[in-house]
DNA sequence: CGCATTTGACCAGC
DNA sequence: GCTGGTCAAATGCG
């Protein structure tokens, strides 16, 4: 993404953002590193949740900071947001129906039924995890394929919403290891889509539900420490077919949010003790183009695409 | 009847 | 040509 052309009297304003996500990037990568290295900070666990409190703060500060700039408009921030997620829309758009709008060509749907294009470089997001559990998104099996060298097929979600509101958000789901149960879930691409509730916090593979673990609430800043999954989930439906459980509940007939915030929604669980590879912070503030302070403030987009 | 899932086929990228 | 991602008809379920 080209950076936006900063008036001068922003330049300051930029500067002092520029300051804080690189203080934020400082902070996260404290925070990786207390995540994969948890023996580091077993003399003082609560250095942790000074990590937390210290990227908090800059997501407020950058927030602020960005949020007074005249620079940019609330028109050209979402068209910045979003303009991938365009471009990427049309492209995806069925052959046919591009076809269709030449009057005089008519193809059999046999023939060719669609132009498959694939994403090449969106918004992702990897975390690992043995609890298939809602991330309070509403999700729509699509696809189900054998992947060579995996052990396990892989399931492909879209955003149930993509049909009216063009959501591209889609999710990949692949088992594996059996024993324990463990499985990789993918996100590419942010929700679009607009729906006012709020989504529920994500736990990141908290294998152990005695395992106290921390939530990250992005809207209140507030850290709560929890004993047990959140009340809000619903219960997982453990149908098992050739070993691998239907996702049914996790995409979410239930009363799921398909808002704008990342995949975790405005939750982030980090188990104090993780016991898996946890792909969460890093793999988003590595994609500069979505760091996005409207993102992490909760303030709806849903009329972007529209 | 409407919506979600399943599954074979299609298609792009490598 | 192979592999992975997506489509869409068929099917299932509430």
Redesign the pocket.
Known sequence: MESPTWPESSQSNRIKAIQELTHGQEWTNKLQEALWCPENFESDPTSIDGVLVQILEMFEKTISIVGTSSSINNATFDQLLTSDLHSSASL?K???ENINETPNSVIP????????????SSWTSTKVTSDLIDDGH?????????????NHQ???Y?C?YKSDQGCLA?K?VQMIEDKPPKYRITY?GNHTCNNLQRAPPIILDSPDPRDESIILNFETKELIKKKHLHPNFPSIKQ?L?DGFP???SL?G?QSSSCNNDPPWGSFTHVPQVPTESVSLMSSWLDHEEMVSPRAYSGLDRGDIIS
């Open positions: 995806g069925p052959k046919s749907v046999k023939i060719k039924k669609r132009c498959v294009k694939r994403r090449k509403a999700w729509r099996k699509y696809g189900q394929k054998e992947i060579l060298n995996a892989r399931s492909y879209r149930t889609t990949q590419f149908e077919k239907s996702l049914s995409g007939n």
